[in-house]
Every structure is written in C-alpha cells, then in structure tokens.
C-alpha cells in the first residue's frame, strides 16, 4: 500500500505564490519519478511538472519559468514552488508518484488532490 500526503494549496492573488508538498510512504520498492498534474474545471487532467528518480525535469510549456519542482529523495518527498500564479493555474493539483512496490511490480499512484485558487 502507498500513500502520498499532499498539502498547500489555497486561494491566492494572481502573481502571488504557493509551494506544494507531496509525501510518498508506505511499500516502496523503488521510486522512477514524482511529479504534479492539475485538473481544472471542465479541463481534462495535464501534468504539470515531473521529477525522475535519474535528475531529468519535465514542465509543462504553460509553467517554464513560474514554476519550479523539486526532489528530497531521501525523504521521498515532492515540491511544487510556484509564482506569478494566474487564474488560469486555478485547479485541483494532484501528487503522482510511478514507482515499484516489489522488483517487479510497478504502477501510478495518486494523492487525493489540493485544491489552488487563484482570484482577486
């Protein structure tokens, strides 16, 4: 069983900041990657930014440069710092972890989803 325990998220002016935070625990084997997704209303799900347990970062092309994630691989641990947010940043963001629970064995685990609001 794996569990990830986001935390963050809120309401926001537009340009302000917020830093998400992701915890995977639980039977990890082994851990490929660690990114965000966000779904915002009426949109269909998009990832947002992605970690690899090898040091390669994926970013949607809508957050380069406002947006910058970050790995605690010690702790398993994800960070989404992010600025200059917009009201189009409004969603409910979404902790993914891919990674193994046995050497053989792997699958996309989710976290329950924090909401970010981004209005005047």
């Known amino acids: 069983q794996v569990q990830l325990e986001e935390s963050g998220g809120g309401l926001v002016q537009p340009g302000g900041s917020l830093e998400l935070s992701c915890v995977a625990s639980?039977?990890?084997?082994?851990?490929?990657?660690m990114g965000w997704y966000r779904q915002g209303p009426g949109k269909e799900r998009e990832l947002v930014a992605s970690?690899?347990?090898?040091?390669?970062?994926n970013y949607a092309e809508s957050v380069k440069g406002r947006f910058t994630i970050s790995r605690i691989t010690s702790g398993n641990t994800v960070y989404l710092q992010m600025n200059s947010l917009k009201s189009e940043d409004t969603a409910v963001y979404y902790c993914?972890?891919?990674?193994?629970?046995?050497?053989?064995?792997?699958?996309?685990?989710w976290g329950q989803g924090t909401p970010v609001s981004v209005s005047s």
């Open positions: 993914n972890m891919r990674g193994y629970v046995s050497p053989l064995q792997w699958d996309d685990y």
């Open positions: 639980g039977s990890i084997f082994r851990i490929v990657a």
């Open positions: 970690a690899t347990s090898g040091g390669s970062y």
